[in-house]
């Protein structure tokens, strides 16, 4: 595996997700595969768990690890190709990012969508110029359109605690006081989509994602009868995908906050956040602190999916 940066890059699910399982049951077993090799982590957006379970993962595997927040300390950089570099920006990515690829054998990073224009973020123009100029095999820690990392972490939790073959699983949108991308529900259901679940994607109307992503989900306008049945509860906040209100908050209806009103009508589900959550905003208190919330479950598989993401990558330079 040369990159990862969407759920095509992993090949077949059942070999990845064994992978995953083999170290989940020792998660030094590859401890020596990276010795001697350095991943460099680039932020270009904060971050908790991916700083933390990334650098977690590749210490699994011996590697030594380089973090660079480029809005804390790092000159500024300029993005645009073409723009006459007389303002506050010394630095262009252009050279940077070869530089970068001088001091490391595998590139981690992590670009969100700016919201400024819709083309500009769904071409992955920053994640894209690191793979073009880097020289290193490069992996998404949550781009403009997706985050592989939580989707493969989300997918081995619900292998975990699935109670059938097929469950249900719903993802559901959610308010929240900002307007935040669109890349995990978009790769959640990338993932969904790539297994045999029983998928349904709910929101208010206007809040359609791009139909790539959508895929053959169902998807159902009335929350309440998306989450009849439902195995697992996927809550996430996302900004308006489509025409004109790309980018834009247009509802905080609260009626759509998972509670128990809608817990209640599904089968006992289990509740999934990628966090990190607004409380009584995505969720109620009583639901997330409930014995069926899987959040930290979640957030522990991020080591793990993140660990065979980066053994694969490792795998690749010999
Ligand atoms: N879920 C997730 O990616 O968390 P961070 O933004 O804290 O890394």
């Avoid at 401890?31 to 991916?50: A, D, H, P, Q, Y």
């Avoid at 990073?109 to 110029?129: G, K, M, P, T, W």
């Avoid at 049945?229 to 908050?249: L, P, R, T």
């Avoid at 999916?305 to 980066?310: G, I, M, N």
Wanted: hydrophobic content about 40%.
């Amino acid at each position: 595996m040369k990159k990862f940066t969407c759920v095509q890059d992993i090949g077949d699910l059942k070999v990845a997700l064994d992978e995953a399982f083999e170290i989940k049951k020792d998660r030094f077993k590859y401890v020596e595969l990276g010795r001697n090799k350095t991943l460099m982590m680039i932020f270009f957006n904060s971050s908790l768990r991916t700083r933390l379970s990334t650098q977690k993962a590749a210490l699994n595997l011996g590697m030594n690890v380089i973090v660079l927040d480029i809005n804390q300390g790092a000159w500024k950089l300029e993005t645009e190709r073409g723009v006459i570099m007389d303002g506050d920006k010394p630095e262009h990515l252009l050279e940077a990012i070869p530089v970068m690829g001088c001091y490391c054998d595998i590139i981690g990073v992590r670009s969100f969508a700016r919201f400024e224009d819709h083309d500009y973020d769904y071409n992955e123009v920053i994640l894209n110029q690191f793979i073009q100029h880097s020289g290193r095999p490069v992996f998404s820690m949550e781009a403009a359109t997706r985050h592989p990392l939580q989707s493969f972490a989300d997918l081995i939790t619900i292998e975990e605690y699935k109670e059938k073959p097929r469950p249900k699983v719903v993802m559901s949108w959610a308010p929240h006081p900002r307007a935040l991308p669109q890349a995990v529900p978009n790769s959640f259901a990338e993932w969904m989509n790539a297994t045999n679940y029983d998928f349904v994607i709910t929101h208010p109307e206007s809040y359609e994602l791009d139909p790539q992503f959508v895929g053959n989900a169902r998807v159902e306008y009335d929350q309440m009868k998306a989450f009849e049945g439902a195995d697992f509860i996927y809550a996430k906040s996302w900004a308006a995908y489509k025409g004109e209100n790309y980018g834009k908050v247009l509802s905080k209806d609260r009626d759509w906050t998972v509670g128990k009103r809608q817990m209640n009508v599904t089968n006992n589900a289990y509740f999934m956040h990628c966090l990190p959550v607004r409380r009584n905003m995505i969720v109620t208190d009583d639901i997330i602190e409930s014995s069926r919330s899987l959040v930290i479950p979640e957030a522990a598989n991020r080591e793990i999916s993140a660990t065979v993401v980066l053994k694969r990558l490792i795998e690749s330079l010999k």
